[in-house]
């Protein structure tokens, strides 16, 4: 099984090292703002970079579960490799958010995309699973010709 | 592997669906009620959809996890099947809250409710794994016998 | 499989029992401050108790994904301890913010260098794992010898 999902593993350790600069970067902004826990408000160049981790925080798991379900069920190489487009387009989705809060839209429809399509692909994935499962039709062969 | 989990990778499949149909609601509600990022705060009608989909997405990860380790460790049928109750008690949470505070209650309880019973088997089933692997009892086949 | 991940299933399932319990004293909290949703802002006191369950949210998924790809890939019995630090930390982190701001410092540098080593350990496995299948070395055995 691990053979199976190594690059799918790797992507996400990547996520997880992007999380976690994105998180020290609050922490900084924090610092430099003069914004101390437990408040979240303060001036707006502060506010873009909360809520800029906050909306990538919000997706992660999102992401982490679909890059999963889509490695496992469709194919591990090209999920992988949207995972890292995506991981590519948060990183400028967060500067962007923190520049302005314009320059957080054109990252942002591109995370967007790439997040549908992991979305479809796990769910094609599975449904060709279930069908060879429960139907015994093997449509995957099908999709592969296509 | 693909087989025993199958099931619980269609239900998380429809969790993102779902979590995506509620992100969707907040940008239509930022647009309809003015409130632009990285504002959160506006008119209550807004603040309660915004706080719907913080809500479901902050137990988001929570849920996956917790239908992950049932479906491998307990059953996968009776897990997807919880997994998927979990998900339509959201889909009521979510628009009862974005009508009023109180309408968020009914098929809150209802999803709690659901998640605990996912807490639990999760923990039957690593329990009888372990107690099946480091003490060679198989608790399982008492289990199933009640 | 299922024996490579037991303990970091329990570890996880030890997580989520966790959150709830987070979870429940913000419902407290929001019962004994008045603070009814959907509104997030009140007396200092449920502020730091709400700020302390978000902070523990948010980073729930990121300490899960690190856990899996840990234990699957790098070692189970390793990773399954820390995980447990981790949610002891995280336990003083929640009433240690509960308290007085100044208090969630010290047990989230704790926790902030489990994760840390959880982050690298899950690198050193994907990595070791990665080379053993692409470029046919074995480099686990070194580490393990060192
Ligand atoms: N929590 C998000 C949910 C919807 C979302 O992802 N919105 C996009 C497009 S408006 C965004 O960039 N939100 C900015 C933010 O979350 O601060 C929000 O409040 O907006
Ligand atoms: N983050 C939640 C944690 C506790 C929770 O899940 N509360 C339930 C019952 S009071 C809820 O519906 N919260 C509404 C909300 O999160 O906006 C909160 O702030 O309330
Ligand atoms: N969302 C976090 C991201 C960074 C973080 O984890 N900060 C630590 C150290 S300042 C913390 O304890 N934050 C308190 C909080 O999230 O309320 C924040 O707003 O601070």
């Not at 610092?31 to 970079?49: A, D, H, L, Q, W």
Request: with cysteine; hydrophobic share 45%.
């Amino acid at each position: 099984m691990h053979d199976q999902i190594v690059c799918v593993a790797g992507v996400t350790v990547l996520g997880l090292l992007e999380q976690a600069y994105f998180s020290l970067q609050v922490i900084y902004a924090r610092r430099k703002y003069s914004v101390s826990p437990p408040m979240t408000s303060g001036p707006p160049e502060f506010e873009r970079i909360f809520r800029a981790q906050a909306n990538c925080s919000e997706y992660f798991p999102l992401f982490v579960a679909s890059l999963w379900v889509s490695g496992l069920f469709f194919s591990q190489g090209l999920t992988a490799l949207l995972g890292l487009l995506y991981l590519i387009g948060r990183y400028y989705y967060f500067w962007g958010y923190a520049e302005s809060s314009l320059g957080r839209l054109k990252p942002l429809y591109f995370c967007a995309k790439v997040q549908w399509v992991l979305i479809g692909l796990s769910a094609v994935g599975v449904l060709c699973s279930m069908s060879r499962l429960y139907l015994g039709l093997d449509l995957m062969r099908y999709v592969s010709r296509v």
